[in-house]
Structure formats: C-alpha cells, structure tokens
C-alpha cells in the first residue's frame, strides 16, 4: 500500500541518519571546520545573539551534536537558567557530553530523544534552537510542531540549517564543492565518503528560505522571518510563540 511503502522510506531514511552520525561522531568537530573553513563558528555566533539568550533563562538546544551551542548557551544563562542538549544519537551526544565537561562545564543536561516527539512539559523553555539538526529529520512539520509546545508563550525558535544559495553562479560553485569535494574531504579524514554524499544529497534536498518559514507558520509560530548567511547557503529562521 501507499502506507506501507511511505512507512519503509521513513524508517530507511532514520536508519540512514544514525547510521551517518555513529560513524562521523569521533571526528565531527574536524570535519564542520574543514568543511565550512571555520565559518560555521560564525553562523552559531550569530544564533547566540539572535536567541535573545539572557541570565535564568531555561534554553534546548535540539540535534545539539557535539554541544556547541549548548555550550554558548551555558555561558549566557548562568547558575539560574537552564541549558538542555538534546539528540538522537548517542555517539553524538556521548562526543559533546565528554568535550564540555573537559572544558568544565557541568551544568548542561544530556537528553536522547527524536526532535518529533520531544519528552518535556509544555510551555517549558524560553529558546529553542536546532543547528544542521532539521534537515536529518523525517517528519519536520511534527519536529515543529513538538518544539512549538514545549515552548513558553513568547519564547523563540531558531533553526539554522542549510538553504538555498542566492546567486546562481555561487550555487554551481557550491554544488561542485559539495557533490565532489566533501565526500574526498571525508574520504581522506574519516575513510566515510558515504556519510559526506548523504550530507550533500539532504541539503539539496532540505526546504528553502521560503518554504520552512511556511512550515513554520503551520506549526504555529508568528513573527518568522529570516536571514541569509554566506549569501544563502546558510539561513537562520526564527519564530515566536
Ligand atoms: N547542532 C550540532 C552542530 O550544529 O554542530 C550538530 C549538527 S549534526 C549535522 C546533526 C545532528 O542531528 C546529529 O547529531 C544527529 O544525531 C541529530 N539528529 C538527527 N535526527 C534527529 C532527530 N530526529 N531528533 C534529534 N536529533 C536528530
């Protein structure tokens, strides 16, 4: 039935994900900085500073990985706030728990759980953020929907993810880098060209500017809007409840 052959392709796509995350956990780091020459240390900064992030406030940080933002985040709330990592994978979540607590920060709170179903009271956290996380997961708009209930009445949303590069010429540039460079790029470091292949494929393949601020506006948020990194490759959206 149609059913049945949507419910295998979930499944094969979950299954794909862990797979992908199990395998590039150890040298995740390396690669983002390799990969975005140290320019995802940029787009994070700026999700810092367009969360409104402040003193006490209760902050999740979903698909957090290896806990970079987790990390800022726990900088800015303090001893009264909250910080959440969350994320599906536990080879992911084991690499940013062990890297934060080295670097001493305790106060982060590890959680495994799949962004669709988000295990928390509704109206819970002041800022909700999920980095290069949306794009790996099967049912976006239910993802959405999950974090618009557990967040508090005007608290915000901020998904950064890849988009849709602005200029074509930049567009063929990028699409040579990502459909030939980084799968080398990770053939050489992790000896996984696979794992890079399928992060090219599910950005070409990830909703653009326009259509996840729709997306979000379904779920419920208000206010959307968005802006464009690196001329579009990458696009911070943000929403309020
Ligand atoms: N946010 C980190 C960063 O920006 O460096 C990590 C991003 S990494 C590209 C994507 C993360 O999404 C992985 O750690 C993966 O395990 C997680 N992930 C994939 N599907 C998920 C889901 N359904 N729910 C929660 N996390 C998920």
Redesign the pocket.
């Known amino acids: 039935t149609h059913f049945g052959y949507k419910t295998v392709l979930k499944e094969e796509k979950?299954t794909k994900?862990a797979e992908v995350?199990h395998s590039v956990a150890a040298k995740?780091d390396l690669m983002?900085d390799l990969m975005s020459m140290g320019i995802?240390r940029l787009w994070?900064r700026f999700t810092i500073t367009l969360s409104g992030v402040r003193r006490g406030m209760q902050v999740l940080?979903?698909?957090?990985?290896?806990g970079?933002?987790a990390r800022a985040f726990a900088r800015e709330t303090g001893a009264t706030g909250r910080v959440v990592l969350?994320?599906?994978?536990a080879s992911?979540l084991n690499v940013g728990r062990d890297k934060l607590l080295d670097q001493g920060f305790t106060g982060v709170e590890y959680v495994q759980?799949?962004?669709?179903c988000l295990p928390f009271a509704d109206n819970t956290f002041d800022v909700i953020t999920?980095?290069?996380?949306l794009r790996?997961?099967?049912d976006k708009d239910a993802?959405l929907r999950s974090m618009y209930r557990v967040l508090k009445p005007g608290g915000r949303l901020l998904v950064?993810e890849f988009s849709k590069p602005l200029y074509t010429p930049l567009s063929k540039i990028y699409d040579a880098y990502s459909f030939s460079i980084l799968p080398a790029m990770g053939q050489m470091v992790t000896q996984d060209a696979e794992s890079y292949r399928y992060l090219a494929e599910s950005i070409r393949m990830h909703p653009d500017q326009e259509t996840l601020k729709g997306m979000m506006a379904n779920a419920g948020f208000v206010n959307c809007d968005y802006h464009n990194l690196t001329g579009g490759i990458v696009a911070l959206h943000r929403g309020f409840k």
């Open positions: 979950a994900v995350f995740y983002n995802h994070k940080d979903i698909a957090g990985g290896t970079d933002l969350a994320d599906i994978n992911m759980a799949n962004a669709e999920i980095a290069f996380g790996n997961v099967t993802a950064l």
